[in-house]
């Protein structure tokens, strides 16, 4: 399909790991991003990842990118109630657009 | 890191005025800004690609006459939301993509919260 799909909703307890999986749609994009929105507010980067890249680790975050299946995902481990927020999947297609899936809102459990 | 500053972050107006999103980057020359459309539960749509010095790019099913967009500087776009009805209620992001910088990443404003009344 033409969007980039993620799932709604994700609960995690916390100190657990949460993941969250992505589907892109251009073979051809050059970055691939994750955004955190917290409540009201705007998005913040979290990390991105070269097309040319299986995996990238940032403290508590881990990218995995799939290009044969245009998968990505974002591992969060020990997961905080401050990581409670909408996190959204991008990529930059050929005409350089940065086009977003809709959100994977996280919920963490006690 | 690279600061995207959007102003007013709240507004409320009267049905038939219109409303003026100012955006802008700080610290960094932003030859490319993007508006960003987001509805309650739903994703981020792309409303149009504002370019420093020409005019802006508009997505599909976009009024340009309605929402006019401005890149008069390197550091400064506008949003200006012409004859606003009740359906024009959202939250208009704006961003920026650094100048020269290889990723490509962008930079996004806190958002703006427009209520038409």
């Known amino acids: 399909g033409e969007d980039v799909e993620q799932s709604l909703f994700l609960s995690v307890r916390e100190g657990d790991s949460s993941v969250i999986n992505c589907t892109y749609t251009d073979s051809s994009s050059t970055y691939l991003y994750w955004y955190k929105q917290e409540p009201g507010a705007g998005l913040q980067l979290l990390t991105y990842i070269f097309s040319n890249m299986d995996m990238k680790q940032d403290q508590r975050l881990t990218v995995l990118l799939n290009k044969k299946d245009k998968h990505l995902s974002l591992r969060i481990a020990d997961t905080q109630t401050g990581d409670s927020a909408i996190y959204f999947c991008a990529e930059t297609r050929r005409d350089d657009k940065i086009i977003f899936g809709k959100g994977t809102r996280l919920h963490i459990l006690p | 890191g690279a600061v995207v500053s959007q102003h007013p972050s709240r507004v409320i107006c009267k049905s038939g005025t219109s409303v003026k999103i100012e955006c802008r980057s700080l610290d960094f020359q932003a030859t490319t800004m993007f508006w960003y459309r987001q509805f309650p539960k739903q994703s981020l749509m792309l409303m149009a690609t504002?370019?420093?010095?020409?005019?802006?790019?508009?997505e599909q099913g976009v009024e340009k006459d309605k929402f006019l967009i401005n890149h008069a500087s390197l550091t400064l776009s506008t949003l200006t939301v012409t004859s606003a009805h009740p359906e024009d209620s959202s939250f208009y992001i704006c961003s920026a993509r650094v100048s020269g910088r290889v990723t490509g990443e962008l930079f996004f404003g806190e958002g703006s919260r427009l209520t038409v009344l």
């Open positions: 504002s370019n420093e010095g020409s005019k802006a790019t508009y």
